[in-house]
């Protein structure tokens, strides 16, 4: 089994022991992957009496669970208004108005069953990077405003301010958002699950499981694992990103976000984000920027982690964000993979009955996995699933062709950015 070596694996608190499948199994609902989308599920389906078991390949939080930088934020990528001219006025509607509520989710889960992952709940800042950006950033307060959203727009002065640095041209701050340590939030929502007993039926987590098959049989399914087989009368597919070959892939294009840590900065990081929102910019290759409850500073951008060359890339970053700071001292480095996809919205896939995947956050993932995890649950009570774009399961022969674009790009970026 792959262990996850982050800053979040080394300060967040354990998990539950969740020992392999030994053996053949049955239950109500199998559910593949341990983050934030299948431990969501998870919990909402043992609450409700029904039983379930969650497999997954790695560790809980192996995936981009535990490896993104913690933003707990409103809504998707892509502005509300978009969103509804992409779904149509109705469906749109309730996809905005329940991911504008998900950071409540996120922190009512937290507070409810005492997950212990830095909370800190004082909003989340987009900042300008240039003054294309700073109009894009009005358009996007002014249409979370329509709806009654708590947006602010900073002008220059107030975003250096709240920021520690002059290098942006304003920033919008939404206080519905947070941070987190991520895994910490994961392996919090796989205790909530283990305990939950709504009529004595429970939930039961198996790590170090792959899962190396699913087919159906009669009206249920069986999904195959090295040790054993679960025969279930429905599977949710929710690994995201780290898919698997399991027929969802295709769905999305992988790209890969990297974040490394300094050494705690004591008292000589006292001026950024003082009020300890994360930061993140409106450049076409984004950088991000937060502090954890130690007062690491943590850095990151889009590509795969490059060893000396992201060093120096975090050195020249920290120099033009901080530069106060002086050199820094970098004590951990790790990279996860987002699911992108062409439109910003994340996929529904129903291939079969009693069979569904969701996916596609494009890096949006506490949020919205934490609702769509819960409301794919509600589906498999019965109810109806989220009014999200439907993609048909099939191959995709361009996905590695698009994959390997942008991590050519993300690493001439990165280079030239290190110079």
């Known amino acids: 089994m792959s262990r996850l070596d982050s800053l979040w694996a080394r300060t967040a608190p354990p998990g539950p022991d969740c020992p392999p499948l030994d053996g053949d199994t049955e239950t109500e609902t199998a559910i593949v992957g341990a983050g934030f989308t299948g431990l969501s599920a998870a919990l909402r389906l043992a609450e409700h009496g029904v039983s379930c078991c969650v497999l997954e390949a790695n560790e809980i939080g192996y995936g981009g669970s535990g490896r993104n930088v913690g933003l707990v934020n409103a809504g998707l990528w892509l502005p509300p208004d978009k969103i509804e001219a992409a779904l149509g006025k109705e469906k749109g509607e309730q996809l905005v108005s329940a991911l504008s509520e998900a950071p409540d989710r996120v922190f009512e889960l937290i507070d409810r069953h005492g997950i212990e992952c830095e909370a800190t709940r004082n909003g989340t800042i987009h900042a300008a990077h240039s003054p294309a950006g700073r109009r894009e950033l009005e358009k996007r307060c002014a249409a979370w405003s329509a709806l009654g959203a708590p947006v602010e727009l900073l002008d220059r002065d107030e ?214 995890g819960r409301w794919m649950a509600d589906a498999a009570l019965g109810g109806e699933p989220p009014p999200l774009p439907v993609h048909e399961a099939g191959p995709d022969r361009l996905r590695p062709v698009r994959a390997a674009a942008f991590e050519t790009a993300f690493r001439a970026w990165l280079t030239l950015k290190s110079i």
């Not at 950088?287 to 060893?307: H, Q």
């Open 159 to 372: 975003a250096a301010k709240a920021i520690g640095t002059r290098a942006f041209h304003g920033g919008l701050l939404d206080r519905r958002a947070g941070t987190i340590n991520p895994l910490g939030y994961a392996r919090g929502l796989a205790h909530a699950t283990a305990r939950a007993d709504g009529r004595n039926a429970g939930a039961r987590i198996f790590a170090g499981t792959p899962v190396s098959g699913l087919s159906a049989s009669g009206t249920g399914w069986v999904v195959e694992t090295p040790r054993g087989r679960v025969r279930a009368d429905k599977v949710l597919l929710a690994t995201n990103a780290y898919g698997g070959g399991l027929g969802a892939d295709a769905a999305y294009t992988p790209i890969h976000y990297f974040q490394i840590a300094s050494r705690p900065l004591g008292e000589a990081g006292a001026e950024i984000i003082p009020g300890g929102q994360g930061v993140w910019d409106t450049a076409p290759v984004m950088t991000s920027a937060r502090r954890d409850r130690a007062g690491r500073l943590i850095l990151g951008s889009m590509g795969r982690l490059a060893g000396r060359l992201s060093e120096r890339w975090a050195d020249r970053a920290a120099r033009r964000l901080f530069p106060g700071l002086g050199r820094l001292e970098w004590e951990c480095a790790w990279h996860g993979r987002i699911a992108l996809t062409r439109d910003h919205l994340p996929r529904l896939l129903t291939p079969a009955p009693g069979l569904w995947a969701v996916m596609g956050y494009n890096g949006r993932g506490i949020g919205p996995g934490t609702v769509l």
